[in-house]
């Protein structure tokens, strides 16, 4: 924990604000003005500007935390791509998840390619350090192309049937864009969405499966791993 808090040396507000801010900007559809206005309300009086910074600032490392306390997920990976807009210009949003439904990465680029696929094969495979038994994936033709390059030994399953769920994943994310009016850049939309997916995801508790005390206990659960993950303390 000690480890955790020097991360905060030399910021004047405590951790407990400032992992708060971060939490409710990733994890709901609201703005630096809006995590403002909320935080007013409670007495804590910063700007929208700092809200920014501790947002990239903190973002980051709180995403890598929790990428290192999830361990090895699936063995089968599902993969889907979506056009979004930035600046006016189509860009390829590359999205991989698991058969439970777990966000296992994501990447912006301005192509549908081979070489795209391949590059989000390989990104994916450095940052699980495992390959998968089965992928699934629509007819794209680069996906195949890629994947018997890449992972010659995986089963690739390609119906678009079959890929509901990598499609349905997008769909926070379309939200997210809309409330956001857009990206600024590419470079804007990675680093957002890699921190937006992997927090979504913690707290992805599946309400829909569990009554309401075992989902309170769940929750609870969630609650707990992001005070580790942000390095507060859980008496907060």
Known sequence: MN??????RGYRFPPEVISHCVWLYFRFSVSYHDVEEMMAERGVSVTCETIRTWCE??????????RARRGKLGD???LDEVFIKIGGRLQ????????????????VQSRRSKKA???FFRKLLRELQYAPRVVVTDKLASYSAACAEVL?????????GLNNRA???HQPTRERERRMRGFK????AQRFLSIFGMISDLFSVGRHLLSAPNYRVALSRRFVEWREVAGVSTAA
């Not at 480890?3 to 905060?8: E, F, G, K, N, W």
């Not at 850049?185 to 804007?188: G, P």
């Open 3 to 8: 480890t955790l808090a020097s991360t905060y």
């Open 57 to 66: 600032r903190f973002g980051r490392d709180y995403i890598k935390r929790i």
């Open 76 to 78: 089968t990976w599902h």
């Open 92 to 107: 390829y949003l590359w999205r991989a998840v698991d058969q439970d439904g777990s966000v296992l990465d994501i990447l």
């Open 117 to 119: 696929a391949t590059r």
């Open 152 to 160: 010659p030994r995986t089963v690739h399953r390609r119906d678009k």
């Open 167 to 169: 499609e349905n994943s």
């Open 185 to 188: 850049s590419a470079r804007h």
